[in-house]
């Protein structure tokens, strides 16, 4: 069975530093996505970045980018120079691929920035 | 390109009444979404269809609650009668067969 864990309930970081939020999962496919969704208080949930296990190369999307590693089954989310506007809940999710319309998530990471 | 729609945006209902919700995804999008989410957990899939039929709704509880997407396009969720735990925000999401799952604003309905 997939499963997705995110070991960190709350992260906090000072305004324009970086922190990294922990994901990991459990799968035996071989090919699969994974994504980070933001959702701001009373707000909606959006994605944020999205990787597919069959490249190697990490995604990037300004600010955010992410650390797979496929042999270890952990999928990181390293956010450069916070802002205010970074605070959020941020959860992991998995999708297996081709086939899988099932998407499973992570328990979520509450982050706080800090002015 | 439009998003997911959802409506309505906030509903404050009895218990024991019923209520609807409203979604339209994303267009040529096949597979739909409806999840729970109670403040400060994640989404819980209720249903999940692909077009029309249903693919999975294993934890929708189906005493009280059902769902259709008739056409294969939009979509409603149905709560009769509402329990004060179902008090919670309703996301709709869709995707294509590949890829990123969209959501849409989601509803946020309370039960007193």
């Known amino acids: 069975a997939q499963t997705v864990t995110q070991s960190q309930p709350e992260m906090s970081v000072q305004e324009a530093e970086t922190v990294t939020l922990s994901c990991t999962y459990d799968?035996?496919?071989?090919?699969?996505?994974l994504f980070w969704y933001k959702q701001p208080p009373s707000r909606q949930m959006i994605l944020v970045i999205r990787q597919e296990a069959y490249k190697q190369q990490n995604a990037t999307e300004n600010r955010f980018s992410v650390n797979f590693q496929k042999a270890a089954k952990s999928f990181s989310l390293k956010i450069s120079d916070s802002q205010l506007g970074d605070a959020a809940m941020y959860f992991c999710a998995y999708r297996p691929f081709p086939g899988g319309n099932q998407f499973y998530f992570g328990t979520g990471t509450s982050l706080t920035v800090i002015p | 390109e439009a998003g997911v729609a959802q409506s309505p945006r906030y509903k404050i209902i009895e218990k024991r009444q019923s209520v609807a919700f409203w979604c339209n995804p994303i267009?040529?999008?096949?597979?739909l979404y409806w999840y729970q989410q109670i403040l400060g957990q994640g989404p819980k899939l209720l249903i999940q269809f692909q077009n029309n039929g249903v693919v999975d709704d294993s934890q929708l509880p189906k005493d009280r609650f059902s769902a259709e997407r008739l056409k294969g396009v939009d979509s409603t969720l149905k709560i009769q009668p509402a329990k004060l735990e179902d008090s919670a925000v309703y996301l709709c999401?869709?995707?294509?067969?590949?890829?990123?799952?969209?959501f849409g604003p989601g509803t946020r309905l309370t039960v007193l």
């Open positions: 799968t035996s496919e071989s090919d699969y996505y």
């Open positions: 999401a869709s995707s294509l067969d590949w890829g990123a799952q969209f």
């Open positions: 267009s040529g999008h096949a597979t």
